[in-house]
Structure formats: structure tokens, C-alpha cells
């Protein structure tokens, strides 16, 4: 698909985000966009960045809310996406939408754990369900499925836990590749792709802690702060010593450095996906971190998840993510 003017895409997650950026440089681009978001306000703001500069004559931003996680709510989706964009296809999906969290089976809840991999792994598999007809009426049709270098890789370091985002991210990843022979087989004009993205500047952190305790609060509750008690102990960090406030300030301090210190922008990593699409990779690694990342559990992958691997690796590209 070389060209997206006078397409239609539909983003999931489109409130925040590479959503969000997906969303403005494909209007840039003179397509029509869908947009779902379990949050309203975060969507308006997406949608009223698209039209800083006056939209095309007929150029169509709709958003819709809906969690990806529950198939009535998907179908709900579609179903307005036909009636607001007065269309029976589609050209591009865009599997966007994901949190983190739940990342112990011992020291999360089993609620969190199935949250964070129903919307990362089912959120994708019901997406491609959901949107597969309209895209197959297409002339031609794309699927962009969101993975991450936890596709590959499932850790954030010896510190942290990381298992129901790092399964749901393998999943994505696995789905995606058995994806391209099915559809040369079953739907040759649609084809599809797999982005693993590695430390992009989004506010995954404070969405994902929104969402896991059903919150609008950019502060803890007393049961948060427990629970990040709980795992700085289990990161071998002594807690005793903090007040609730030291806890707050250093949630706060946490997400605000993942989103704005981070290697890559959420603009440069929606750019690197739209032009994979445009030059047909099925494979989109974002990010220098996520690149060097994947060489270096290529070459040494019964080392990669020792703690010298990842202290080695952090160093080399900056991160601090734990």
C-alpha cells in the first residue's frame, strides 16, 4: 500500500500514544480514521489535533469507545465505524491498544494478570476477527499488529516480573507471522505486519495503572501504594524508610520519565510504521533499542535472560525501565 489518501483506517488505542500519532499523520495523509479508546476525553484530543489544520472536504475522524478486550464492544465498534464513515470496508488496521501490569503470577492478582493479556493478546486476535470481512472487501487491505521487544524478548531486567505483557506480546508476534501464509492462501490483497517497538516516549505507564484500577486519578490509592510497597521489596529496594508521599513522587517521577525521556518519540515510531507499511515490511522493529536488541538475543539467546545481558544491554542504550 503505497499510498493512504482516500483510505480508511482504523486505530485501536488511538487516545494516547503511537494511537494518537498513527492517527495524526495518516490524516496528514488524507485518510479517513476510526478511533477506539476506553477514554472519551483522551480520543477529543486526539481527534482535535488532527484538526489543528482545517480536514479536507469529506475527510471523516470519528471516535468510539470500546475496550478491545470485549468482543460486544468491538462489533459495537465496527458497526458505527459503517454507519459514521458510510463504508462496508476498510484498508487499514491498526491493533494498537495495549497496557502493562500484572506482571507476577505470585504478587498480582489473577485479574490483573488476565486484564493486561486480554487486551494486549486478545485485544489483537478479536481486532483481526472482528475487521477481517471489511478489510477483504477492500481492493487492498493492511493489518498492523502492535507486538514489542517483549515479542522476543520477555523481560524488563532480573528486578521485575513481566509475564502476562510479555505472553500476550510473544502471542501477538506468533499470530502475526502464521497470519502472512494464511492470508497469501486465503485473502492474497491483505497483507500484514508485526511492530515491535522498543522504549517509545508514551504514557503506557499511567494509562496501564488507570485501567488496571479502574481510576481517572493521576494518584495512588491507599491500596496502590501498598502494592508498590510490595514491589520495590520484590525489586530488592527498601521502602521502609518512605512516606506515602516518597511513593506518590516516585509513581509520578516513573511515568513521567517513561513517556518523556524516553530514546524514541511516539511521532518517530508511528512515522517508522506508517513507512513500513508503505514499503511492505512484514517485520517493523522501532527503535535503535529495539534493533540492538534484537541482534543481541539472535546471537546469544541462552545469555539473555542473565542479569550481566541486561545490565550490559541498559548501559549500552540507556534505558532504565525497572
Known amino acids: 500500500m503505497k499510498d493512504f489518501a482516500g483510505k480508511i483506517a482504523v486505530i485501536t488505542g488511538g487516545g494516547t500514544g503511537m494511537g494518537r500519532e498513527l492517527a495524526r499523520q495518516l490524516v496528514a495523509e488524507g485518510?479517513?480514521?476510526a478511533m477506539c479508546d476506553v477514554s472519551a476525553d483522551a480520543m477529543a484530543e486526539t481527534k482535535r489535533l488532527c484538526e489543528v489544520e482545517r480536514l479536507p472536504q469529506g475527510l471523516r475522524v470519528t471516535t468510539h469507545l470500546?475496550?478491545?478486550s470485549i468482543e460486544d464492544q468491538l462489533l459495537r465498534f465496527r458497526d458505527e465505524i459503517a454507519e459514521r464513515q458510510s463504508t462496508d470496508r476498510i484498508h487499514l488496521l491498526f491493533n494498537n491498544a495495549g497496557i502493562g501490569g500484572g506482571g507476577s503470577l505470585f504478587t498480582n492478582s489473577?485479574?490483573?494478570?488476565?486484564?493486561?493479556?486480554?487486551?494486549?493478546?486478545?485485544g489483537v486476535y478479536l481486532g483481526v476477527r472482528t475487521f477481517l470481512p471489511m478489510l477483504i472487501k477492500a481492493e487492498e487491505g493492511h493489518i498492523v499488529n502492535t507486538s514489542s521487544v517483549n515479542g522476543f524478548w520477555a523481560s524488563l531486567g532480573p528486578g521485575v516480573s513481566h509475564t502476562a505483557y510479555s505472553a500476550a506480546k510473544f502471542a501477538v508476534k506468533g499470530f502475526t507471522e502464521a497470519l502472512i501464509n494464511d492470508l497469501r492462501l486465503n485473502a492474497p490483497h491483505v497483507k500484514c505486519s508485526v511492530v515491535m517497538p522498543g522504549h517509545i516516549g508514551t504514557?503506557?505507564?499511567s494509562n496501564s495503572r488507570k485501567v488496571q484500577n479502574g481510576t481517572e486519578s493521576d494518584?495512588?490509592?491507599?491500596?496502590?501504594?501498598v502494592q508498590t510497597r510490595v514491589r520495590l521489596v520484590a525489586a530488592g529496594i527498601d521502602a521502609s524508610a518512605m512516606s506515602d508521599e516518597d511513593v506518590q513522587a516516585m509513581a509520578a517521577e516513573r511515568a513521567r520519565s517513561f513517556r518523556e525521556d524516553a530514546p524514541m518519540t511516539a511521532a518517530a515510531a508511528a512515522?517508522?510504521?506508517?513507512?513500513?507499511?508503505k514499503v511492505g515490511r512484514w517485520r517493523i522493529l522501532v527503535g535503535d533499542d529495539a534493533h540492538r536488541l534484537d541482534e543481541r538475543v539472535r546471537q546469544?539467546?541462552?545469555?539473555?535472560?542473565?542479569?550481566?545481558?541486561?545490565?550490559?544491554?541498559?548501559?549500552e542504550v540507556g534505558w532504565r525501565l525497572g
Open 271 to 277: 512515522k517508522i510504521i506508517l513507512d513500513g507499511v
Open 66 to 68: 470500546a475496550d478491545v
Open 110 to 122: 489473577r485479574e490483573q494478570w488476565e486484564r493486561t493479556f486480554n487486551i494486549c493478546w486478545g
Open 203 to 205: 504514557s503506557i505507564v
Open 31 to 33: 485518510c479517513n480514521v
Open 300 to 315: 546469544t539467546p541462552e545469555q539473555a535472560y542473565d542479569a550481566e545481558f541486561y545490565r550490559n544491554f541498559a548501559e
Open 219 to 225: 494518584k495512588l490509592s491507599e491500596n496502590e501504594i
